[in-house]
């Protein structure tokens, strides 16, 4: 998780200037409910799945080294 400066939350640390990682504010809602929230989860099955092509912020990243199955 990264927050920035604005508050906005993004599923991941690694550069992303369009903010397609984003997945909430915390200046509105709790880090608990966006971590735990319905955005974040399908991208998580879609990590599991081996479709990250299906989440914009990592169907362009380069880092392929986190695994994609259990």
């Known amino acids: ?4 400066r604005f508050g906005k939350v993004s ?4 550069f992303d ?3 397609l990682g984003v997945i909430g504010d915390a200046a509105i809602d709790p ?3 966006i971590w735990n929230g ?3 989860k399908e991208w998580v099955e879609y990590h599991i799945q081996g ?3 299906k989440v914009p912020l ?3 990243c380069d880092f392929w080294g986190v695994p994609t199955g259990i």
């Open 17 to 19: 200037p369009k903010r």
């Open 51 to 53: 479709r990250r092509d």
């Open 31 to 33: 880090l608990v409910d």
């Open 38 to 40: 319905p955005k974040r």
């Open 58 to 60: 990592c169907s362009y």
């Open 11 to 14: 599923i991941c640390v690694r």
């Open 1 to 4: 998780m990264a927050i920035d």
